[in-house]
């Protein structure tokens, strides 16, 4: 394997945003995920080996730490923060068609409520797993989420909720989401979440981590 392509998923592991980032500590001064993706794409490396070579498998081994405890939200958010900045380099190609994306994934905090943490971490694991993200932002009503279905045919969905009181307004977008688009795919999380609650509302697939998601997405597109 490209000795770049190495180097560059253990940063993206280690959260080492960029050369003047201070974490982690152990990596000061080093080259972060935002010089090395660059470097990787200058010395010729395909977009598409610079995210499936680097960085899809350093968020797998993220998401995998996290769902055993051996790591907490903020080192979390700070591997996502370095797949963003390697991601920013990868996206003209993107846009451009020259790297194939394996579907679009829309996500929003539900209405009425306006936590983002979760639903941050799962869009930047879902991105680093090579899918386009439309990111709703919060407290979004089921009409937006269904328009932008409608924009986006062949799309997946995730709600985000992390309060008792806004489940219930889960149960209103998937329902309208299934009568307007039966085939889209709803997945729902968040702290209050079980998978009972999944079945109840309709919604196709529930987790606790972020990780399940794109697992599961990864064998919607298998």
Known sequence: ??????????????????????????????????ELARQALDNGVAPGDVLSEALVPAMDRVGLKFSENKIFVPQMLMSAKAMSAAMAHLKPFFQSGDVKTKGTFIIGTVKGDLHDIGKNLVAMMVEGGGWTIIDLGVDVNEDTFNQTVSE???????????????????????????????????????APLTDDFRSKIGADFYSPDPRGAVEYLKELVA
Do not use: C, R, W
Request: overall charge negative.
């Open 1 to 34: 394997m490209d000795p770049i392509l190495m180097k560059l998923g253990e940063v993206v592991e280690n959260g080492k945003v960029d050369k003047n980032s201070p974490y982690p500590p152990q990596m000061k001064g080093q080259d972060g995920a935002d």
């Open 152 to 190: 986006n045919p062949g799309s997946v969905v995730g709600l985000s909720a992390l309060l008792t009181t806004t489940m219930a307004n889960m149960e209103v977008i998937v329902k309208k989401i299934k009568e307007t688009h039966p085939e889209t795919k709803v997945l729902v999380g968040g």
